[in-house]
Nanobody, 126 residues
Framework: QVQLVESGGGLVQAGGSLQLSCLISGRLDSGRIYMMGWFRQTPGKERTFVAA????????YYEYSVEGRFTISRDNASTTVYLLMNNLKPEDTAVYYC?????????????????WGQGTQVTVSS
């Protein structure tokens, strides 16, 4: 199992920036992780895809409303995944979750991700 801990959330004004971090620990054997993703959720709504990055090849994927504003990346040691969020909008307000996919599946399907962090709150004021 992979353990994930998010940090970096907070309150920011519209147009501002935040960088979320996801610290990865646990069983990081070669080939254990296929992809890392960020999802977000607001009260009463489903958790939805935001961005993902491949583990072996760092191909990135974005939900259309964040493309060009958000950037997903990971460090060379592959123990932290980041989500840099620029030009934030009030509609970006949500709890953001980091997730690890340890099997083949869709990059944007939350059901294909196996391990989740506890989430970090992002609030964007207008």
């Amino acid at each position: 199992q992979v353990q994930l801990v998010e940090s970096g959330g907070g309150l920011v004004q519209a147009g501002g920036s935040l960088q979320l971090s996801c610290l990865i620990s646990g069983r990081l054997d070669s080939g254990r992780i296929y992809m890392m993703g960020w999802f977000r959720q607001t009260p009463g709504k489903e958790r939805t895809f935001v961005a993902a990055i491949g583990w072996v090849v760092s191909t990135t994927y974005y939900e259309y409303s964040v493309e060009g504003r958000f950037t997903i990346s990971r460090d060379n040691a592959s123990t932290t995944v980041y989500l840099l969020m620029n030009n934030l909008k009030p509609e970006d307000t949500a709890v953001y979750y980091c997730a690890a996919r340890t099997r083949v599946g869709r990059y944007d399907d939350r059901g294909d991700y196996d391990d989740w962090g506890q989430g970090t709150q992002v609030t964007v004021s207008s």
